[in-house]
């Protein structure tokens, strides 16, 4: 069977640290929300953990990393509703270590900060199971980061305070001293602290802080729907509640905040704040989005199809062994998919890229030679028209007929057959992996979908299209736009009722990315 090759590359990081232990708890920081800035340790435990529990404010992308039989578990909390007290969470994390599950506790933020990640260890030890803990990058440093406002800077901001503002400042019996934190002479990084907002202006301000001190409030900071708010400490109640800013926020007081101006960077990008619908398989969705997210956009996966093994395993191996045995002189891929589907077959056979020794090499496009060149594996030809007919001419081009392997889909277009074989190829087809219609889109992404609350949807093969249009009941919305990787792709859009507001070109993942912007801005 084909394994994803996000969750294989993160299991055999090779900083990434041991795998997930049995019998005992990891208590991993997740960072901000960028699931970018996840560290390797982390992505190591997630890719061999048995069980995992999870918060809210996690970035929930990096669960793809889990094993596909790993339990998932939703242990998130709202500051007015907990699906489990802290309590139940300990217990939860201990029972299941006790029962020989392989645990993470994946934690938003850092654990050790301003987090309950020290009373979880503390229940693991006084159980007496193993735990560890791994560090994650805070969101009070990191989302002013992502605004363009440092937490220090010479001359202006020595150092940082890190502060609760879940506390309200108008208690006698509050652990915060707000005095004290209006005489710091550096830049104060509150967090929990929209609800009471009000209260921590005041109390700084009557603490002697300077009404006029900058200040700025960010919002799902790191993520593509951040957002920024700059006011003054005398200002900055008033304008929050005038425009409805909510929490989650990291609320920055001090000059520092000020330099927004000059440094912002993560939302300034082409696509920042622009919502994307990516149909496709998980693993493809993974890769989509990494190119979508680097431009700034909110990539929303939902696959359409999903990739399962082959009905004929044996005809695959088949396949594999005549390789071995130098009975083709090519073998064209078609798909990423393919490719790792004929190297885990040959794997599978006992075999190694050597078997492959005797054949070249064509990949149907950029993607799919990047595939091969991960394996070590290159190339020999790549069309210039990334499409399978494009393939088949380029095939031709290079001379006399030859003997061809195509592992591919069982759903796979016969055009690349049917030009080879008119030329006199011998052409041996299997099929690696089929493509099985998803029964419904994932419940977010179809509310949104409704909603109107998305703005592009990326396109990336006719199946899709059809699968997207059947799971739907018909076509999209009309207000969402439309981007199509090629015109094979935008011929099925079009045949079923959809509007393309642009088309890639070249047609492969960059290409379709620049047709995303040109369809945001259409």
């Not at 994307?276 to 998980?282: N, S």
């Not at 494009?390 to 061809?404: F, H, K, S, Y």
């Not at 959809?498 to 993942?509: C, F, G, N, S, T």
């Given at each position: 069977m084909t394994v994803d090759p996000l969750r294989r590359a993160a299991a055999e990081l090779p900083f990434g640290g041991p795998p997930a232990d049995p019998g005992s708890v990891a208590i991993v920081g997740a960072g901000p929300g960028d699931p970018g800035l996840?560290?390797?340790?982390?992505?190591?435990?997630?890719?061999?953990?048995?069980?995992?529990?999870?918060?809210?404010?996690?970035?929930?992308?990096?669960?793809?990393?889990?094993?596909?039989?790993?339990?998932?578990?939703?242990?998130?909390?709202?500051?007015?509703?907990?699906?489990?007290?802290?309590?139940?969470?300990?217990?939860?994390?201990?029972?299941?270590?006790?029962?020989?599950?392989?645990?993470?506790?994946?934690?938003?933020?850092?654990?050790?900060?301003?987090?309950?990640?020290?009373?979880?260890?503390?229940?693991?030890?006084?159980?007496?199971?193993?735990?560890?803990?791994?560090?994650?990058?805070?969101?009070?440093?990191?989302?002013?980061?992502?605004?363009?406002?440092p937490a220090t800077h010479r001359g202006t901001a020595a150092g940082f305070a890190v502060v609760t503002g879940h506390e309200d400042p108008t208690k006698p019996d509050a652990q915060v001293d707000w005095s004290a934190l209006a005489a710091f002479p550096g830049t104060l990084l509150v967090y929990m602290g929209v609800g009471r907002l009000r209260g921590i202006a005041d109390a700084l301000r009557a603490g002697g802080r300077d009404p006029d001190t900058p200040v700025a409030l960010v919002r799902w900071g790191t993520t593509p729907v951040q957002e920024v708010l700059r006011a003054t400490l005398a200002t900055v109640a008033d304008e929050v509640e005038a425009v409805g800013f909510g929490a989650p926020a990291i609320i920055v007081v001090g000059e520092v905040a000020a330099l927004r101006?000059?440094?912002?960077?993560?939302?300034?990008?082409?696509?920042?704040?622009?919502?994307?619908?990516?149909?496709?398989?998980?693993?493809?969705?993974?890769?989509?989005?990494?190119?979508?997210?680097?431009?700034?956009?909110?990539?929303?996966?939902?696959?359409t199809i999903a990739i399962e093994p082959t009905r004929e395993p044996e005809a695959l191996l088949a396949a594999a062994h005549a390789l071995r045995e130098g009975a083709h002189d090519w073998v064209a891929l078609t798909s990423v998919n393919g490719v790792e589907a004929l190297l885990d077959a040959i794997a599978e056979a006992g075999g190694d890229a050597r078997w492959l020794a005797g054949a070249r090499l064509a990949a149907v496009g950029s993607g799919t030679a990047e595939a091969l060149a991960?394996?070590?594996?290159?190339?020999?030809?790549?069309?210039?028209?990334?499409?399978?007919?494009?393939?088949?001419?380029?095939?031709?081009?290079?001379?006399?007929?030859?003997?061809?392997?195509?592992p591919r889909a069982d759903l796979a277009s016969p055009?690349?057959?049917?030009?080879?074989?008119?030329?006199?190829?011998?052409?041996?087809?299997?099929?690696?992996?089929?493509?099985?219609?998803?029964?419904?889109?994932?419940?977010?992404?179809?509310?949104?979908?409704?909603?109107?609350?998305?703005?592009?949807?990326?396109?990336?093969?006719?199946?899709?299209?059809?699968?997207?249009?059947?799971?739907?009941?018909?076509?999209?919305?009309?207000?969402?736009?439309?981007?199509?990787?090629g015109p094979v792709t935008a011929a099925t859009c079009r045949e079923l009722g959809?509007?393309?507001?642009?088309?890639?070109?070249?047609?492969?993942?960059d290409g379709l990315v620049a047709a995303v912007e040109r369809a945001a801005t259409a």
């Open positions: 996840i560290s390797l340790r982390a992505a190591r435990l997630l890719s061999t953990a048995s069980l995992v529990a999870y918060d809210r404010l996690a970035p929930q992308e990096a669960l793809a990393l889990c094993p596909p039989d790993c339990e998932l578990l939703d242990v998130g909390k709202l500051p007015e509703r907990h699906k489990l007290t802290q309590d139940e969470i300990n217990d939860r994390l201990v029972a299941a270590a006790q029962a020989g599950h392989a645990v993470v506790r994946w934690k938003g933020g850092d654990p050790f900060v301003l987090a309950r990640g020290s009373e979880e260890g503390q229940a693991c030890r006084a159980a007496g199971v193993p735990f560890e803990v791994v560090p994650g990058i805070t969101s009070g440093v990191a989302a002013p980061a992502y605004a363009g406002i101006a000059e440094l912002a960077w993560f939302d300034t990008r082409p696509l920042h704040g622009v919502s994307v619908l990516v149909p496709r398989t998980r693993q493809q969705a993974s890769e989509l989005s990494e190119r979508l997210r680097a431009r700034g956009a909110e990539p929303v996966e939902a696959p991960r394996h070590g594996l290159r190339a020999d030809l790549v069309p210039d028209r990334f499409t399978t007919r494009g393939l088949a001419e380029a095939l031709v081009a290079t001379g006399a007929p030859a003997r061809i392997l195509l055009v690349l057959t049917e030009v080879l074989a008119d030329a006199g190829w011998t052409v041996a087809e299997v099929e690696a992996y089929r493509t099985v219609p998803a029964s419904a889109l994932p419940d977010a992404a179809a509310r949104r979908l409704a909603e109107g609350d998305l703005d592009v949807i990326a396109l990336a093969s006719s199946s899709t299209v059809r699968n997207l249009v059947d799971l739907l009941g018909g076509p999209p919305p009309h207000q969402v736009r439309i981007a199509a990787i959809l509007r393309v507001d642009a088309e890639a070109e070249p047609h492969d993942l």
